[in-house]
């Protein structure tokens, strides 16, 4: 796995756990809503609506709170109309970086997510700049206890592409397409999915090794993933454990 994913995983354990609980439901509640308005609200027929109604169930969302997020994104409800924006950009050394966000107010967002970038040492690139250095893939977390040996065996004969660790837990990485029917073959093994969703993989993999250049990329990633309206962050760095422990500390 990525420094990345090391970073975003750190993150999480640091993070207030109420408020970053609070977070993930808006904005997990805003890809529900996204989903139910482009592909139609039958979660049987939307591949997209099953990957994120799933994803939020994962998350503990009440199912209430997701079924009116689905009647927002079909009409049925009143609500403020989300759209998907994605922006590319360099963090500090070159490193590629994409934003997925959802918002209700394109030159708002456009204005801060390139300010956190300028603000932070990188820059906005332009459409396409960054985008060929990712493959679309599917990612499913599961318990960490599991037997890494017998788990290996599952994930072949799921049809997974990859195993490995980011610490905690186990992570699979499936073609995007067949992100559903591995997971329901792997909880049918016994390996029960924590965390399911669509990412973006980098094809190749920057090392960051100073201690003074990760700290300016990392505080440009966090700059950016606080933003209220940004759902993902992707980049292709990778920090050793001692550089990454170093930023924490």
């Not at 292709?236 to 550089?243: V, Y």
Request: charged share 25%; glycine share 8%.
């Amino acid at each position: 796995m990525s420094g990345h994913s090391k970073w975003a995983t750190t993150k999480h354990r640091k993070g207030a756990k109420d408020a970053a609980r609070a977070k993930s439901f808006a904005k997990l509640i805003r890809q529900v809503e996204v989903a139910a308005r482009e592909g139609g609200g039958d979660a049987a027929t939307n591949a997209s609506l099953r990957t994120m109604f799933q994803k939020a169930r994962d998350a503990s969302v009440p199912i209430d709170t997701i079924e009116r997020a689905i009647k927002r994104g079909t009409g049925e409800l009143e609500g403020v109309r989300y759209e998907a924006v994605s922006y590319e950009g360099y963090a500090p050394g070159g490193i590629a970086v994409i934003v997925e966000t959802l918002t209700d107010n394109r030159n708002r967002t456009s204005a801060e997510i390139k300010h956190a970038f300028s603000k932070n040492g990188g820059e906005i690139a332009t459409p396409g700049a960054v985008a060929w250095q990712f493959d679309r893939k599917g990612s499913i977390e599961v318990p960490g206890s599991l037997d890494e040996e017998v788990l290996l065996e599952w994930v072949m004969e799921a049809g997974g592409e990859n195993l490995a660790s980011n610490g905690e837990n186990f992570i699979v990485t499936t073609e995007a397409t067949q992100l559903g029917a591995v997971r329901d073959v792997l909880e049918s093994f016994g390996a029960k999915a924590i965390n399911a969703d669509l990412i973006l993989v980098a094809q190749n993999i920057i090392p960051i090794t100073d201690l003074a250049e990760a700290k300016k990329i990392l505080r440009l990633m966090d700059a950016i993933d606080d933003h209220d309206d940004v759902q993902n962050v992707y980049a292709n760095f990778d920090i050793s454990d001692e550089i990454l422990n170093a930023y924490e500390g």
